[in-house]
């Protein structure tokens, strides 16, 4: 039987001290997950995965430095925190590092209420290989589908227990199970691939494994015979699939170390417009059965529910302890760390205003101008917020879907670009990042 997480957890922090840390705080992390896949209706792949992993963090004054491992036996323990101690003597020294005043830490919410862990046992891997066989064979059962890349279902449990010298100590335990499946359609230079999948807390939430197949085959076949859009200046409607990229860019911008390095163009306009005034974006942690949902942060700070941009004005940063230092600031529990590095923020669950139209509506409101499904690559300044993307998706004429488009390259600016977003109504609520399709104006895109 394995180590209570919180006995090792202890047994670093209590290792650190005696090496010569001032603070630490450690997290042991134990989990398993397995994965199926299935190619032309045999099993390809099966993969299990078991273990622990470590990590500790140490102070000395405003030195710190992180170690990792996956051995939890007493002697790795002392070794690993002599070891610790040794390059923070060696760090460069930073004013904001630092652990959390004991007042500081606590709990946002009942564990339990959140829903992060399946109460089922572990799925049997048959149970996993027949629903990756379902989503392949509803994906080759559509017209047009010439092959299945790949039907995979997974499954994992994680256990993770966080604490530190200034008394903090929690837990969480969190599942996920998923199932993808990425179709062919066509051959040779004609050929189009596109996907579909979903990712649930309870394995009991997860889409109709034929649905999920039917959808990725309905997807790579709308897409055959592509060709480059026309250039000029166009309107342009993020699909509901991608349109949480956008927020995405907000997010990152807001992200309070990038604030205090002086590399966000949204530095300095706390309490300006960045939406439409319709709109606010909400940040909810305690969302149940959702991946982002937690009831602290990677430093115990208890997390809650708030605001980030209300009524479309910026109300405030994503702060860990150290940034919120560097600013002057209140941390707003946003710190995120793994075993082998420092805390730094990150956003949780997010939800922007729904509109009361549907991706068609928009559609037709838009006219003339570009769907986007599909994006890649990415070219963001940081500090100005120009943008630059590389897109597929369909050209629509009088309001209606025309011909599917790729290789082409959308640009524009993410201040103007955020502040005219039009929402739809189609988002899906179970997401960490809630964000319906949306219709910006007056974007440049190049195409033939």
């Known amino acids: 039987m394995s180590e209570p997480l919180e006995h090792i957890t202890e047994a670093l922090i209590s290792a650190a001290l005696k090496a010569g840390a001032g603070a630490a705080d450690a997290m042991a992390v134990e989990g398993r997950a397995l994965t199926i896949g299935v190619r032309s209706g045999t099993l390809e792949d099966a993969e299990r995965a078991e273990g622990t992993d470590i990590g500790l963090r140490v102070l000395i004054g405003g030195r710190q430095a992180c170690v990792s491992a996956s051995d939890t036996r007493p002697e790795t323990i002392a070794a690993l925190a002599e070891r ?62 010439s092959q299945v890349q790949s039907a995979t279902a997974a ?11 200034n008394g903090f100590s929690g837990v969480i335990e969190r599942t996920d199970s998923a199932l993808s499946c990425t179709a062919i359609a066509g051959s040779g230079t004609g050929m189009q691939r596109d996907s579909d999948g979903d990712m649930r807390i309870f394995r009991t939430d997860l889409r109709d494994a034929r649905e999920i197949g039917q959808r990725a085959g309905e997807r790579a076949v709308a897409m055959l015979g592509a060709k480059k859009p026309p250039t000029g ?61 937690r009831p602290f942060d990677a430093e115990g700070l208890p997390t809650r529910t708030r605001a980030l941009v209300d009524g479309g004005v910026l109300t405030g940063w994503l702060l860990d302890l150290s940034s919120a230092r560097q600013l002057g600031m209140t941390p ?111 974007l440049t895109l190049a195409g033939d």
């Open 84 to 145: 610790a101690v040794a390059m923070a003597r060696e760090a460069p020294e930073d004013p904001h590092a630092g652990l959390a005043e004991p007042e500081q830490t606590g709990i946002g919410c009942d564990l339990a209420t959140l829903e992060l862990a399946d109460p089922a046992s572990e799925p049997a891997p048959a149970d996993l290989q027949q629903a990756a066989l379902a989503a392949e064979a509803a994906a080759q059962a559509v017209k047009g589908v």
């Open 155 to 165: 499954w994992s449990r994680r256990s993770i227990h966080m604490a530190a010298s």
């Open 233 to 293: 200046a166009f309107p342009v409607v993020f699909d509901e699939r991608v349109a949480a990229t956008l927020i995405g860019h907000l997010l990152a911008a807001a992200n309070g170390a990038s604030v205090a390095r002086g590399v966000s163009w949204l530095r300095g306009r706390l309490g300006e417009a960045v939406l439409p005034e319709a709109l606010s974006l909400t940040e909810d942690p305690h969302r149940p059965r959702v991946g982002a949902s």
């Open 332 to 442: 707003t529990a946003n710190a995120r760390r793994g075993p082998s590095a420092p805390p730094s923020p990150a956003a949780w669950n997010v939800a922007l205003t729904q509109g009361t139209q549907s991706r068609d509506d928009l559609l037709r409101e838009m006219g003339t101008g570009l769907l986007i499904t599909s994006m890649i690559g990415s070219t963001i300044n940081p500090n100005t917020g120009d943008y630059s993307r590389g897109a597929s998706g369909f050209w629509v004429e009088g309001g209606e879907i025309a011909y599917p488009v790729q290789e082409c390259t959308i640009a524009g600016g993410l201040p103007e670009m955020l502040r005219t977003i039009q929402p739809a109504n189609d988002a899906r609520p179970w997401l960490s990042r809630v964000v319906p399709s949306l219709l910006v104006e007056g």
